[in-house]
């Protein structure tokens, strides 16, 4: 990830699981409809990651319609099967609802901006009844990042 970053300008964005309703159906999609503006903003590259296998990831990209893992669009899923960059980046949710649903580790719901490698911003939805930030995703939303690089 220490390569993809370099020289780029770069927003991570970690989602708890793969086909899940709020991920597919407000995080990726809004990520989509504002490619124009992320552009504009000089952003180089969108990489969704969650705690999923590389088949599983590269299934949603395609019904997503977006890239796997670099190729394809400017926004791209990576898969982290056993939670490496989750863990690198102190974002494991260790809540124990999800937990026992998921029956593995995932990802919290977070939007981070990188500036060749340096964290600009980190937005991260989750309250103590909603760890997966699935009622209220609105602070690792596309809108609230590009807001808060607004404000940079």
Known sequence: MKERLAGKNVIVVGLPGAFTPTCSGQQVPGYLAAQDALKAKGIDEVVVVCINDGAVMNAWADDQGV??????????????????????????????????????????????????????????????????????????????????????
Do not use: C, W
């Not at 796997?68 to 980046?89: C, E, K, S």
């Not at 995932?106 to 937005?123: E, I, T």
């Open 67 to 152: 890239g796997r893992d670099g190729v394809g669009t400017p926004i791209n899923f990576l898969a982290d099967p056993h939670g490496a960059l989750v863990d690198a980046m102190g974002m494991r949710m260790n809540h124990e609802g999800p937990q026992h649903k998921f029956g593995q580790g995932r990802s919290k719901r977070y939007g981070a901006f990188f500036q060749d490698g340096v964290l600009k911003v980190l937005n991260v939805s989750e309250a103590e009844d909603d760890p997966a930030g699935d009622a209220n995703p609105s602070s690792s939303l596309v809108e609230n990042m590009l807001a808060d690089m607004e404000k940079l």
